[in-house]
């Protein structure tokens, strides 16, 4: 089979329509781009968001009503804007009569369906913008081939059952000539209902398929044309990579840059597949591409950012040559299904972070009572928000010397409320004030790479 790339345009990149025809254009240039993975048009899935969280009519008509402007403003632009405008009228009062719903009673089942509806929307705009161009694109319905678990918000994909799903609808389709348009960001769980795979999960969905479909690569087109050694929207000096490996690039999602999701690197990783990003509205900038194994691996590769972190600190006068206490603490979390990020541990105590929304595509508040009731009935909990994660991204870090000094040194005029050192040769992770993280990061920057 020849040459086959999936490729996704984010939110930006489909915002309007002379996004969606830029992104049209780079679909239509490169033959071998034969799936094309699209995000909720810019706005959208916040916007879902809010109704999926239930709200007064007055503000739900505000909101529905934004969220209908952003797409008849570009199907306002359509050569044939009747087709996919009863179509989108259709999703429209979808929408409206599940938000009515979400207003009386929320459930994460009814958020997931109500807040996929960005990517249905956004989908069958761009197919008919192919199609007017004459394109032989087809809309497809991305749950009838990504699978999940039923982990509303924040679903895991069943691989087997997806590939197999892959083989029925979408290999078909290629290889008949047509270019598959569908969904990022959600699938379908055993009994039939809508998940999506937490924010961002868009970039997630094109790796899976490029995984299933023994894809090339996965080209991200995005708002920025490559990744860059730290948030060129915090650093304006920030460089572009021009090639990664992949563990780099995960270590950088992980810790917040928001520039691929955590876990799109998984399906990459697994089957080696390469991941280009570059820049939906100026391709010919270039982009970096992610592999296994690019030469050279400098120690200091790159800045990380998440901010609105909670930090835990638990402690209790019976760990203190006790057993087991480290183990009951991650139990109660595990049930409450969080994942602990940075940890470090004293005689008495244990502190630990959590991302505070998590990447649920709800954004519900991690910390629930139920979790720091079973806590607090265990041991002292202590909670402290407005925290950032600064994490610089390298290799070999742990075995050079002078980075810690490097590190201390650019930052010395700052407090740092925790750090994390020698767990992984890839990241040194410090926990910082919200208000001072962007300042930290630029002397960093400044200091590491400028
Ligand atoms: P999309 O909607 O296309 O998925 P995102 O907003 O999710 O786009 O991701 C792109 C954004 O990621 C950029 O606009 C940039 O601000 C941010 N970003 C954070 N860290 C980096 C980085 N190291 N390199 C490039 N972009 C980054
Ligand atoms: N539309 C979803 C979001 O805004 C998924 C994505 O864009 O990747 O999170
Ligand atoms: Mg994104």
Same mark, same amino acid.
């Not at 995000?39 to 505000?62: I, M, Q, W």
């Not at 939906?280 to 790159?302: H, L």
């Not at 109660?332 to 244990?350: P, R, Y």
């Given at each position: 089979?020849?040459?086959?790339?999936?490729?996704?345009?984010?939110?930006?990149?489909?915002?309007?329509?002379?996004? @969606?025809?830029?992104?049209?254009?780079?679909?239509?240039?490169?033959?071998?781009?034969?799936?094309?993975?699209?995000?909720?048009?810019?706005? #959208?899935?916040?916007?879902?968001?809010?109704?999926?969280?239930?709200?007064?009519?007055?503000?739900? =008509?505000?909101?529905?009503?934004?969220?209908?402007?952003?797409?008849?403003? *570009?199907?306002?632009?359509?050569?044939?804007?009747?087709?996919?405008?009863?179509?989108?009228?259709?999703?429209?009062?979808?929408?409206?009569?599940?938000?009515?719903?979400?207003?009386?009673?929320?459930?994460?089942?009814?958020?997931?369906?109500?807040?996929?509806?960005?990517?249905?929307?956004?989908? /069958?705009?761009?197919?008919?913008?192919?199609?007017?161009?004459?394109?032989?694109?087809?809309?497809?319905?991305?749950?009838?081939?990504?699978?999940?678990?039923?982990?509303?918000?924040?679903?895991?994909?069943?691989?087997?059952?997806?590939?197999?799903?892959?083989?029925?609808?979408? /290999?078909?389709?290629?290889?008949?000539?047509?270019?598959?348009?569908?969904?990022?960001?959600?699938?379908? =769980?055993?009994?039939?209902?809508?998940?999506?795979?937490?924010?961002?999960?868009?970039?997630?969905?094109?790796?899976?398929?490029?995984?299933?479909?023994?894809?090339?690569?996965?080209?991200?087109?995005?708002?920025?044309?490559?990744?860059?050694?730290?948030? $060129?929207?915090? #650093?304006?000096?920030?460089?572009?990579?021009?090639?990664?490996?992949? &563990?780099?690039?995960?270590? @950088?999602?992980?810790?917040?840059?928001?520039?691929?999701?955590?876990?799109?690197?998984?399906?990459?990783?697994?089957?080696?597949?390469?991941?280009?990003?570059?820049?939906?509205?100026?391709?010919?900038?270039?982009?970096?591409?992610?592999?296994?194994?690019?030469? $050279?691996?400098?120690?200091?590769?790159?800045?990380?950012?998440?901010?609105?972190?909670?930090?835990?600190?638990?402690?209790?006068?019976?760990?203190?040559?006790?057993?087991?206490?480290?183990?009951?603490?991650?139990?109660?979390?595990?049930?409450?299904?969080?994942?602990?990020?940075?940890?470090?541990?004293?005689?008495?105590?244990?502190?630990?972070?959590?991302?505070?929304?998590?990447?649920?595509?709800?954004?519900?508040? @991690?910390?629930?009572?139920?979790?720091?009731?079973?806590?607090?009935?265990?041991?002292?909990?202590?909670?402290?928000?407005?925290?950032?994660?600064?994490?610089?991204?390298?290799? &070999?870090?742990?075995?050079?010397?002078? #980075?810690?000094? /490097?590190?201390?040194?650019?930052?010395? &005029?700052?407090?740092?409320?925790?750090?994390?050192?020698?767990? !992984?040769?890839?990241? #040194?992770?410090?926990?910082?004030?919200?208000?001072?993280?962007?300042? *930290?990061?630029? !002397?960093?920057?400044?200091?590491?790479?400028?």
């Amino acid at each position: 089979m020849s040459h086959l790339s999936v490729a996704k345009f984010g939110g930006t990149s489909v915002a309007n329509f002379e996004a @969606m025809t830029s992104s049209a254009n780079i679909v239509m240039a490169d033959a071998n781009t034969r799936v094309v993975v699209l995000s909720a048009s810019a706005g #959208v899935t916040n916007y879902l968001v809010e109704l999926a969280n239930g709200c007064e009519k007055e503000h739900r =008509d505000e909101v529905l009503s934004a969220v209908r402007q952003i797409q008849y403003n *570009i199907i306002e632009k359509l050569q044939n804007q009747d087709a996919v405008k009863a179509e989108i009228d259709n999703l429209l009062d979808h929408i409206a009569a599940l938000a009515e719903s979400a207003s009386l009673a929320t459930s994460a089942a009814l958020s997931d369906e109500l807040i996929s509806h960005g990517e249905m929307m956004s989908t /069958k705009i761009f197919t008919q913008l192919l199609v007017e161009s004459g394109h032989p694109a087809v809309w497809v319905d991305v749950r009838d081939v990504v699978a999940t678990n039923n982990h509303y918000g924040k679903a895991a994909p069943n691989d087997e059952k997806t590939q197999q799903q892959s083989n029925n609808v979408l /290999k078909p389709l290629i290889a008949s000539g047509k270019i598959a348009i569908t969904q990022g960001f959600i699938g379908r =769980d055993d009994e039939g209902k809508t998940t999506t795979l937490g924010r961002g999960g868009s970039d997630y969905s094109a790796a899976l398929l490029a995984e299933v479909l023994g894809a090339n690569d996965v080209l991200i087109w995005t708002d920025v044309p490559g990744i860059y050694t730290t948030d $060129p929207r915090v #650093v304006p000096n920030a460089q572009r990579i021009d090639t990664m490996a992949f &563990n780099e690039a995960a270590e @950088m999602a992980t810790f917040g840059a928001k520039v691929l999701h955590p876990a799109t690197l998984l399906p990459a990783v697994r089957s080696n597949i390469p991941v280009y990003v570059g820049s939906s509205k100026a391709p010919e900038q270039g982009g970096t591409w992610v592999t296994r194994d690019p030469q $050279p691996r400098p120690t200091f590769r790159a800045i990380a950012l998440r901010r609105n972190q909670t930090l835990l600190t638990l402690s209790s006068l019976s760990m203190l040559h006790a057993q087991g206490f480290l183990a009951n603490v991650f139990a109660i979390l595990a049930k409450h299904k969080i994942s602990v990020d940075v940890i470090t541990t004293s005689e008495v105590s244990v502190a630990l972070t959590l991302d505070k929304t998590g990447s649920a595509s709800s954004g519900a508040n @991690m910390l629930s009572s139920e979790l720091l009731d079973e806590l607090n009935a265990y041991c002292n909990v202590q909670v402290e928000d407005d925290l950032a994660l600064v994490a610089i991204i390298g290799n &070999n870090l742990h075995t050079q010397s002078g #980075v810690a000094k /490097k590190l201390f040194h650019t930052i010395e &005029n700052y407090n740092i409320r925790l750090i994390s050192y020698g767990a !992984s040769t890839n990241n #040194v992770c410090t926990l910082v004030k919200n208000n001072e993280a962007d300042d *930290i990061v630029r !002397s960093l920057h400044l200091g590491l790479f400028e």
